[in-house]
């Protein structure tokens, strides 16, 4: 149990961070929206990406889930936290690009810590 605590903050922490870099630096977006916005993803992402589709499939397709539910999650809150006339669709791929890199490396870290031994991930870093 103390692994996914554990996991989850190091989620938190590098989905906030890149976050922050994206959105705050390159579009202005406020601390407090891209706190929101981890939030949310990183619950969903936690939950969908790493609890359930990992351990049964490859990084590959854990981490093109990861792709997609930020694309969307950014796309959806993007009227609500970019301009008008910034590209909410391009800052949803600028997310969804860099959080997909970040998870690639979670998931090998989270395979050999916090998921059960005969995880398939494991196995395929290992």
């Known amino acids: 149990m103390m692994e996914h605590k554990k996991a989850l903050t190091i989620k938190?922490?590098?989905?906030?961070?890149?976050?922050?870099i994206v959105l705050t630096f390159g579009y202005g977006v406020s601390i407090w929206s891209v706190l929101i916005v981890t939030v949310i993803l990183g619950g969903l992402s936690y939950f969908l990406g790493d609890y359930l589709l990992l351990p049964k499939f490859k990084n590959q397709a854990a981490t093109a889930a990861d792709f997609v539910l930020t694309f969307v999650?950014?796309?959806?809150?993007?009227?609500?936290i970019l301009s008008p006339e910034q590209s909410i669709w391009l800052a949803a791929l600028i997310s969804a690009v860099v959080i997909a890199t970040v998870e690639y490396c979670f998931?090998?870290?989270?395979?050999?810590r916090a998921?059960?031994?005969n995880n398939i991930v494991k196995a395929d870093v290992y």
Do not use: M
């Open 115 to 117: 998921l059960p031994a």
């Open 12 to 20: 938190g922490i590098s989905t906030l961070v890149s976050l922050f």
């Open 107 to 112: 998931h090998i870290y989270l395979a050999s």
């Open 73 to 80: 999650v950014i796309l959806a809150a993007g009227s609500w």
